[in-house]
């Protein structure tokens, strides 16, 4: 079974700022992609960012970027230059490959966000 | 771009009620995924199907069921429903075929359904 853990339940950041967001694992298979969604408070789930157990390269799409340590299992994400827009509750999430195609997600608790001008 | 599409956006029903959520996936992405997502909560996984075939099943209550239709879209019917299945109800999609070294593909949500069983 797939843990993952976030260990930050709040965080502030002044506009313009970078911060990173804590994401651990925990999963015995070799196989496995971490994700970033973002959920602002009008509930949708948005993408932001994937990382497969194999990548060499932290992934990177505009101002995210993940910092994968894989030795530690840690999947970090990191915002630069926060807007106030960032403000909202992080989750990270993992799945290994399932033979039936079906990768269901393991969400962690999530850290919220908050963004000061 | 398109995205995963879910009907209702919101429904509100009474205890002991049923209810029907639509998800119509990303065209080409013939995996779709549930999952439910309780107040203050990180969502939970549901049940998912590839190909019209249920492929995992997560903690979905034996109350609720699901299918894949021809089309690739998905219902989640919910019978006697109780106070506690009072959430947001997500469907994601994601295609086959797109996966890299680590067997995974993306997986993106649709805006999701909030039920409120009064």
């Known amino acids: 079974a797939q843990k993952i853990t976030q260990t930050q339940p709040g965080m502030f950041v002044q506009e313009k700022e970078a911060v990173t967001l804590d994401c651990t694992y925990d999963?015995?298979?070799?196989?496995?992609?971490l994700f970033w969604y973002k959920q602002p408070s009008s509930g949708e789930m948005i993408f932001l960012i994937y990382?497969?157990?194999?990548?060499?390269q932290n992934a990177t799409e505009g101002r995210y970027s993940l910092n994968f340590q894989k030795a530690r299992k840690s999947a970090n994400l990191v915002i630069s230059a926060s807007q106030l827009g960032d403000s909202a509750m992080y989750f990270c999430?993992?799945?290994?490959?399932?033979?039936?195609?079906?990768?269901?997600?393991?969400f962690g608790g999530g850290t919220r966000l908050m963004v000061k001008p | 771009a398109a995205g995963v599409i879910q009907s209702p956006r919101h429904l509100i029903k009474e205890k002991r009620e049923t209810a029907t959520l639509k998800c119509y996936p990303i065209?080409?992405?013939?995996?779709v995924y549930w999952y439910q997502q309780g107040p203050g909560q990180d969502p939970q996984f549901l049940i998912s199907f590839y190909e019209k075939m249920q492929s995992d099943k997560g903690s979905i209550p034996d109350r609720f069921s699901a299918q894949q239709f021809s089309d690739y879209h998905s219902e989640l019917n919910m019978s006697s429903l109780e106070l506690g299945d009072s959430a947001l109800y997500f469907c994601?999609?994601?295609?086959?075929?797109?996966?890299?070294?680590?067997?995974?593909?993306?997986?993106?949500f649709g805006p999701g359904t909030r039920l409120t069983v009064l």
């Open positions: 065209p080409r992405h013939d995996t």
């Open positions: 994601a999609s994601s295609p086959t075929g797109t996966a890299g070294l680590a067997g995974v593909s993306e997986q993106f």
């Open positions: 990382q497969g157990s194999y990548d060499e």
């Open positions: 999430a993992m799945t290994v490959p399932n033979n039936n195609a079906g990768n269901m997600l393991t």
């Open positions: 999963t015995s298979d070799q196989s496995y992609g």
